[in-house]
Structure formats: structure tokens, C-alpha cells
């Protein structure tokens, strides 16, 4: 019996096929957002898409901004919201944002992980990053994830 190659190796291409073991891949700490982290899964350049795991410390909050992009979200693990809402998901809740909306995500007390898929960045950029005023101070774009990305 051979042994399954994705049972050593975080990532590996077959047939046309991107595999990833993500188990096998590294918390990578975002600088700019200290408490949060993230584990690129696949990245599209030409369709601009991205699919990542991200995970919030307890009471960690990732800056407000505004998608530009398509975002969905599965909840793997614990609680979050957003300061601007009332609700809280948990694991099993799944949500759909089309591009516009406005928010600043922080995690609970027990933390959280999610599932994430961006798509269609306009101009290759994802999320326009906001101070307290509104005004736009920085970006998350395509080459903001290919830094994160582990081949």
C-alpha cells in the first residue's frame, strides 16, 4: 500500500488538481493585526480569487474596512461578530457579502476560525483598510495573500 502523499506534504499539485493539507501548514501571524492569523489554501491571479483559514486569539479585532470583493465565511471553530452588528456566529453559520460592505471583525472570548473565499477584486485589491474617520490607509490585495501563500 503506498503512502498518501498529502499526509507529508502541506500542498501538492495531480492532475490539474490542487491538494492542501492544511493541518500540515503554519499559523502565519498578520503584522499589522496583532492576535490575528492565517493559512492561504489557493490563490486564483486571473479570477482574483482567494480561499484561506483565519483565526482570531480571544478578543482579537481585525481593522475595519470595506469588501470589495465577493466574501463568504464558514465558522469552523468558536465565536465572532462584528462591532458594527448585533449577531454572533458560531461554528456551523455561513455567510455570503457582496462587495460594499463595512465592518471590523473580532473574535469572542474562546477565539474563532473560518473558512474564507474572496473573489473578484477590483483592481487586485480585496479589502479597503479604514481609520477612525472612514478614510481609506491601506489595502489587502492579491499580493497581500501570495506573501502569506506556502507552496
Given at each position: 500500500?503506498s503512502?498518501?502523499?498529502?499526509?507529508?506534504?502541506?500542498?501538492?499539485?495531480?492532475?490539474?488538481?490542487?491538494?492542501?493539507?492544511?493541518?500540515?501548514?503554519?499559523?502565519k501571524?498578520?503584522?499589522?493585526?496583532p492576535?490575528?492569523?492565517?493559512?492561504?489554501?489557493?490563490?486564483?491571479?486571473?479570477?482574483?480569487?482567494?480561499?484561506?483559514?483565519f483565526?482570531?486569539?480571544?478578543?482579537?479585532?481585525f481593522?475595519?474596512?470595506?469588501?470589495?470583493?465577493?466574501?463568504?465565511?464558514?465558522?469552523?471553530e468558536?465565536?465572532?461578530?462584528?462591532?458594527?452588528?448585533?449577531?454572533?456566529?458560531?461554528?456551523g453559520?455561513?455567510m455570503?457579502?457582496?462587495?460594499?460592505?463595512?465592518?471590523?471583525?473580532?473574535?469572542?472570548?474562546e477565539?474563532t476560525?473560518?473558512?474564507?473565499?474572496?473573489?473578484?477584486?477590483?483592481?487586485?485589491?480585496?479589502?479597503?483598510?479604514?481609520?477612525?474617520?472612514?478614510?481609506?490607509?491601506g489595502?489587502?490585495?492579491?499580493?497581500?495573500?501570495?506573501a502569506?501563500?506556502?507552496?
Open positions: 500500500m503512502i498518501n502523499p498529502l499526509e507529508s506534504s502541506p500542498r501538492i499539485r495531480e492532475f490539474g488538481i490542487e491538494n492542501v493539507n492544511a493541518a500540515l501548514m503554519a499559523w501571524p498578520i503584522p499589522s493585526a492576535g490575528n492569523f492565517i493559512k492561504v489554501l489557493f490563490l486564483d491571479r486571473d479570477k482574483r480569487r482567494v480561499d484561506f483559514l483565526k482570531q486569539e480571544p478578543h482579537a479585532e481593522p475595519r474596512h470595506i469588501h470589495r470583493c465577493t466574501s463568504v465565511t464558514l465558522t469552523v468558536g465565536r465572532w461578530g462584528y462591532r458594527e452588528g448585533d449577531e454572533a456566529h458560531f461554528v453559520t455561513f455570503h457579502e457582496p462587495a460594499g460592505t463595512t465592518h471590523t471583525p473580532f473574535a469572542f472570548e477565539g476560525v473560518v473558512f474564507q473565499s474572496f473573489t473578484g477584486a477590483a483592481d487586485d485589491v480585496f479589502l479597503d483598510l479604514l481609520d477612525a474617520d472612514g478614510r481609506v490607509i489595502h489587502v490585495d492579491l499580493a497581500f495573500f501570495e502569506f501563500l506556502e507552496r
